[in-house]
């Protein structure tokens, strides 16, 4: 279990590496492809608190992206998240270049070091689920029973469900990895055909909504 646990965070911690270049306007980016949409509002209180810009403006909030934007004073960063790209911000001018690799700077420290900050209450739901996961992942692995779905054992949801639950103690939860929890979890899905625990199931799935 243990080493099923240490493979899956390094598997996530290969995937949250940034990626830094330039836009079409010839100006800097900075993206983590796998950061979900709900780091953009976070992003929006780092730069905040840390640059002095004001609060996220405009922003189009859609299944598969949000997009908006934040000021200070006439230096407007770009900034979202879309399935294709993951989280993104972007400058349009050489004082937001400086800007967007110190900030991108900051955000490669805190992936480093998961303290992406939650209120009290997300706080506390996340470490239920990622304490519901890792029992969840702990029954999986010790399954023997067959399974009819995409898995082909109980070992390789295990590895899926602590990919996650690294996901959600970053703050970094996909919508993809989100979408897959719930199907895994569902009534009558894989985890009743591998475990069978009603009761564990139901109390993963009815806290999924608040990832």
């Known amino acids: 279990m243990v080493e099923i646990q240490d493979r899956a965070m390094e598997a996530y911690k290969r995937k949250l590496r940034s990626c830094r270049g330039e ?4 100006h800097r980016t900075y993206d983590v492809q796998y950061l979900g949409p709900q780091f953009v509002t976070k992003a929006g ?10 609060p996220l403006v405009e922003r189009v909030v859609g299944l598969d992206a949000v997009i908006t934007e934040c000021k200070k004073g006439d230096l407007i960063l770009h900034l979202g998240w879309d399935n294709w790209t ?5 400058a349009d001018s050489l004082a937001g270049d400086l800007v967007v690799d110190q900030f991108g700077d900051y955000v490669d420290s805190i992936l480093a070091n998961p303290a992406i900050l939650l209120s009290e209450e997300e706080e506390a739901d996340n470490k239920k689920h990622c304490r519901l996961l890792e029992v969840a992942a702990q029954r999986l692995s010790a399954s023997q029973r067959l399974n009819w779905s995409a898995y082909s054992s109980g070992n390789e949801i295990a590895r899926f469900a602590l990919e996650c639950k690294a996901a959600i103690e970053r703050g970094a939860m996909t919508m993809a990895q989100k979408r897959e929890l719930r199907r895994i979890f569902a009534p009558t899905s894989d985890w009743d055909d591998m475990v069978g625990d009603v009761d564990l199931g139901n109390c993963v799935f009815s806290l999924i909504e608040k990832l």
């Open 86 to 90: 993951g989280f993104y911000v972007m």
């Open 45 to 54: 209180e780092i730069l905040q608190d840390r640059f002095g810009f004001g």
């Open 23 to 26: 836009a079409a306007n010839g």
